[in-house]
């Protein structure tokens, strides 16, 4: 499948971005209703003030927030240009997509951040964001979209509601109230997981920050369950992407301060949570400082990284292997290799899962080299969802059909994957050689194939070999004259890798000019477009493709079946 075009899609008319949005975000996206009884329950008194301003941690996005002091309001592809300061949404919003990430406020410490000019610009537009929506608004105060602002608009706070005449605080500080009574009445009938972590923390920060403790071990309650829901012993998030691990740990470090400065104790579970979390962001963090993009998490900021692990109240524990989280990783030398092993998150959280068994990031000290076509919040919802799919991903591909096929949660009314069966990966070590044998059966009931995959890597770092098999078992029996199945094995590359194809090789320089080259036996070996999301948009990149036809009766020894391939790194000697 192939997911780079050479020009970009023509621009959707309102009635296809209405019915996209429907369709790829789920009940979720739907907006939200207001009964007359509801309007009277988050009518209510405007607290005086901040008791104190929750610490942000995390640094932020100067490039964004230099982009947007320009009035230049880019998300995803899409990229709108206002005038003198104008908010976003005084103008026609390019999609659904984009006016949902305007109105969850993650861009303002971003605009905060641009010196007196910036907090003036940021006070503004959370101004005439009240003027226009502070009442009320279906498609803003969904509770996600709600909460999110919620926490963006507190963690700044120690601005946002101090700076102004005295009449535009109040202001805020109503609207900020009334939308707080919102999220807290619908806290508990709440089916998305990722609000419902929201809600959680941002219900929190309320009790400390603005009620003086009023609530607090109730909403402590709900936090520790949320943490027991969706961080798996092994410190990894229940949805198995580094990024939401990163995010729920700088989440809990904001809340501990937010504790502490309160003259409380830190709850031992929140201690417990972060430094679990913090040795699964040690396990994923890159050469280059950032996260590898699996599942529906970004590469995420090397800054923001730093910041979440200097938290830490002693050094995270090394570990190779993440037995919950179902990754393995070998580092030799420089080179680094993350393998995906696990099955796809149970319900409800595996709605943005992917169907990634067994690809693998691959990375040289701070170069990335094979990945997958990455995710990013930013990204449009369609490209987001293309992504999911197996050809999306460093793996092999069989019939072009997804190793984990995708089902409705009805609940929701978004897709997830199932499965693979039979997934896992074991670890050979030897002399200091490292072997990784992997294997998982998702195409097995359609096919009646496995696909298994081994990878070695040398002691020095300087090769990584690999085998991709499909074997028929022998528990089956032999099959039948069929037609063989055509599959392809795809080796996804980051956009900063330059392929060229050689006459025996395909040679790959990295961003910081090393050479490695790509070998196989396998006749044809070509050099495809491809996309990549993780950085926020979508780039054009190129992959590595080996395609074939299965023998149904092969045992996975020969070809067709068995295919092998290598990265070698040139040296100087």
Not at 214 to 233: K, R, V
Not at 266 to 291: E, N, Q, T
Not at 342 to 348: H, L
């Amino acid at each position: 499948m192939e997911y780079a075009k050479s020009t970009p899609p023509p621009r959707r008319t309102p009635e296809e971005d209405a019915e996209l949005w429907s369709r790829l975000a789920g009940i979720s996206g739907e907006d939200a209703a207001a009964s007359p009884v509801h309007r009277l329950k988050i009518a209510g008194a405007t607290p005086s003030g901040f008791s104190f301003y929750p610490d942000p941690i995390a640094p932020p996005d100067t490039m964004r927030g230099e982009s947007l002091m320009k009035d230049i309001w880019r998300i995803g592809a899409d990229k709108i240009e206002m005038n003198e300061g104008l908010p976003p949404w005084t103008a026609p919003l390019p999609s659904r997509h984009f006016a949902d990430r305007v109105h969850r406020f993650d861009w303002l410490a971003d605009v905060f951040a641009q010196g007196e000019e910036g907090a003036e610009r940021a006070c503004y537009l959370v101004d005439d964001w009240i003027a226009n929506f502070g009442r009320f608004n279906g498609f803003a105060w969904r509770v996600g979209c709600t909460a999110d602002r919620l926490w963006n608009w507190m963690v700044c706070g120690g601005k946002l509601f101090t700076l102004g005449e005295q009449a535009e605080i109040d202001q805020r500080l109503e609207s900020l109230a009334r939308q707080l009574r919102h999220v807290e009445t619908l806290q508990n009938d709440c089916a998305d997981f990722i609000a419902r972590w929201r809600i959680a923390c941002v219900m929190l920060l309320d009790t400390l920050c603005l009620r003086d403790g009023e609530g607090y071990e109730e909403a402590l309650e709900h936090l520790e369950n949320e943490c027991t829901a969706q961080i798996m012993p092994d410190g990894g998030h229940v949805t198995r992407a580094p990024a939401r691990g990163l995010r729920a740990m700088l989440d809990l470090c904001i809340l501990a301060d937010a504790v502490e400065t309160s003259g409380r104790e830190v709850p031992g579970f929140v201690r417990k949570w972060i430094d679990r979390l913090g040795g699964m962001v040690a396990f994923f963090r890159s050469g280059d400082g950032a996260l590898p993009p699996f599942n529906d998490g970004d590469e995420s900021l090397p800054q923001i990284v730093d910041a979440a692990l200097a938290r830490m109240q002693s050094r995270p524990r090394g570990f190779m292997v993440a037995p919950k989280s179902g990754f393995h990783k070998v580092v030799k030398g420089t080179a680094c290799l993350i393998l995906d092993a696990g099955e796809a998150p149970e319900q409800p959280f595996g709605d943005g899962a992917h169907a990634g068994a067994l690809s693998f990031e691959f990375q040289d000290g701070e170069s990335r080299l094979v990945t997958d076509c990455g995710f990013s919040p930013e990204a449009d919802i369609d490209w987001r969802a293309a992504v999911r799919r197996t050809g999306a991903h460093s793996t092999l591909v069989l019939a072009g059909e997804d190793s984990a096929p995708f089902r409705r949660n009805e609940e929701t009314g978004l897709t997830y994957p199932e499965g693979p069966e039979g997934i896992f990966a074991k670890r050979l070590e030897e002399n200091d050689e490292i072997w990784l044998d992997s294997q998982h059966g998702g195409y097995k009931r359609l096919h009646g194939l496995l696909h298994r995959r081994r990878l070695f890597m040398s002691s020095d770092g300087l090769r990584l070999t690999g085998e991709d098999s499909l074997a028929r078992p022998v528990s089956q029996g032999a099959i039948k004259a069929e037609k063989p199945i055509p599959f392809a094995v795809r080796f996804h590359l980051h956009p900063t890798v330059r392929a060229t194809m050689q006459d025996h090789f395909i040679q790959l320089q990295t961003e910081c000019g090393d050479i490695w080259r790509f070998k196989t036996s396998h006749m044809g070996a070509k050099l495809e477009k491809t996309v990549y999301l993780g950085r926020g948009v979508v780039e054009k990149s190129k992959q590595i493709v080996l395609s074939g036809k299965a023998d149904l009766d092969s045992d996975g020894s020969a070809p067709p079946n068995c295919l092998r391939w290598a990265f070698l790194k040139e040296t100087d000697a």
